[in-house]
């Protein structure tokens, strides 16, 4: 593609979206970008700044005439981009630009790149600002615009690091608009908190002292999984749940010696498989087998119609080697505590329907040489709540018996969503306004870079806002066209009506 130059208004946001997409961007790896901004804003006139982790800012005073009563209003995006792709793509993320193409989808219009991200995510935002920069400067805007600070961080999608790291003196105004989320109906006005830990149990591994043991593994896929956040209230399966209630079952039951278990890989995802390898002898064969055949029918029905393709299978190890277990108190200890951890939502926003308060996610579970690795992802939209769940999680691993050494390896904080704020009553009023619909309000079970803004700057009030992306993180990510100049409308008003 040429430009985007019919894409509608405003004609900046197509010139400067597409420009974006020839420049390399993957997160970590934001130099040029942020180098273009700089460039763009400095042509114009414009102050800019940079922090020590390397945000940039780009400072716009109003153009009002008169200096009495002026009000700061932050927009914000983040640089980089996830940079993903189709294997059988040739693309070098490092300096090829995105290859633009448009679909039509049940007669929308959508811009999206050939097998790769487009960077819709948060490219529209990055696009929005330096549009309206652009207008601003070409006075071509009929109203006064307050004093704004272009907020442009760095590393969002790793690890949201430019954020929580940023030099608290980069910015200041008493609104923050963020530019990063992506459905054109809605405004997000919170976000939940989180905390991920690691623990480590220590176990000396024993050898099988019995002969003849038939080793058995049982699997468990097919599941959706999702994201630990945003997909833990859509009553899938995790994987490390549904075996280690069957194990559980199975120890109870059964004279079974358990050789290992394994789960999950990420810690913000629900995890979709996991095994467990355990041996018995050749008399109980038979018995186990109907045993379990009649828990996996159980198991099976509780997540027909969310989770229908699971699988859990039973295979019998012809040539399994390795001859180790875990002595039987250890392994009584650790099913227990497994099939005691709790997973999935704790709690629910006591107004907001349908909202996510506080949950749990059962991640990782690793047998290394002597020591049993697990993973667990907590979130709650209010700090005290995050507490609570943790030192019951403390409480649980000390009643297990064990000697559990616990590093906390990820956490962040929540934006608690203040649904009376000024800035929600001047959007509600904005939205209805110009689209004759009533804007919706929501918070998210997932964690957004405002969370670290709204700890920084308490006073500061926020909201989040883009238009409709679907797919995102993925080569099927694509931007609705209409949707763009619908967000557009939008700013312009708030802009408007907060200055
Ligand atoms: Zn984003």
């Known amino acids: 593609m040429e430009n985007l130059k019919d ?21 970590t790896h934001e130099d040029k970008i942020r180098e273009y901004i700089k460039r763009e804003a400095e042509k114009l006139g414009y ?9 940039l800012v780009v400072r716009i005073p109003s153009n009002r005439d008169s200096g009495s009563n002026k009000i700061g209003v932050v927009l914000q995006s983040h640089m ?36 790769t991200t487009l960077g819709a995510d948060n490219g529209v935002g990055i696009a929005y600002q330096l549009a309206i920069m652009k207008k601003i400067h070409d006075r071509s805007l009929n109203f006064d615009t307050p004093d704004l600070d272009l907020l442009f961080t760095v590393d969002e999608e790793r690890g949201l690091s430019g954020a929580s790291q940023m030099d608290k003196n980069l910015i200041s105004g008493k609104y923050l608009l963020n530019l990063d989320s992506e459905e054109d109906d809605r405004i997000t006005i919170g976000c939940a908190g989180g905390r991920v830990f690691k623990a480590e149990v220590n176990y000396e591994k024993e050898l099988i002292n019995t002969p003849n043991l038939k080793a058995i593994k049982i699997s468990i896929s097919g599941l959706l999984g999702g994201h630990s956040g945003t997909d833990i209230n859509k009553k899938r399966g995790n994987a490390l749940k549904i075996l280690t209630e069957i194990i559980w ?4 039951n059964f004279n079974i010696l358990v050789n290992s278990l394994e789960g999950g890989n990420l810690t913000n995802a629900i995890p979709r498989e996991a095994h467990a390898i355990f041996f018995i002898e050749q008399s109980q064969k038979n018995e186990v087998e ?20 699971l699988v859990i299978s039973i295979e019998l190890l012809k040539n399994f080697n390795d001859k180790t277990i875990f002595s039987k108190d250890f392994q009584n200890k650790l099913v227990d505590l497994f099939y005691l951890i709790p997973n999935g939502p704790i709690s629910l926003h006591p ?3 349908g909202l996510v308060h506080t949950s749990l996610n059962f991640a990782v579970v690793h047998t290394k040489e002597n020591i049993i690795e697990f993973k667990v992802s907590t979130r709650s939209l209010e700090k005290y709540d995050k507490d609570t769940l943790f030192e019951r999680l403390k409480t649980l691993l000390r009643m297990s018996g064990f000697d559990i050494n616990t590093e906390i390896i990820t956490i962040y904080p929540s934006w608690p969503p203040d649904f009376d704020s000024k800035l929600v009553e001047i959007s509600k009023h904005v939205y209805k306004n110009i689209f004759g619909k009533e804007v919706i309000i929501q918070a998210i079970h997932a964690g957004l870079e405002c969370a670290f803004f709204s700890n920084y700057y308490p006073d500061m009030e926020m909201i989040s806002l883009g238009p409709d992306v679907l797919g995102g993180h993925s080569p099927d990510e694509r931007l609705n066209i209409r949707s763009v100049s619908k967000i557009w409308k939008f700013l312009l008003a708030l802009l408007k009506n907060l200055a």
């Not at 894409?7 to 997160?27: H, M």
């Not at 993903?84 to 790149?113: Q, R, V, Y």
């Not at 109907?290 to 393709?309: P, R, V, W």
Request: proline share 3%.
């Open 249 to 252: 079952k199975l120890n109870s």
């Open 7 to 27: 894409f509608g208004e405003p004609s900046e946001f197509w010139e400067f979206f597409y420009e974006i997409t020839k420049i390399p961007r993957c997160s």
């Open 290 to 309: 109907a045993f379990l055949k009649e828990i996996i029918a159980n198991i099976k029905n509780l997540y027909e119609g969310t989770d229908s393709n």
């Open 47 to 55: 102050q800019t700044e940079i922090d020590a982790i390397k945000n």
């Open 351 to 353: 107004t907001s329907e």
């Open 80 to 115: 980089d981009m996830v940079c993903e792709k189709n294997e059988n793509i040739h693309h070098d993320f490092s300096k090829d630009p995105l290859k633009l193409k448009t679909i039509e989808i049940d007669g929308e219009e959508w811009l999206t790149a050939k097998g």
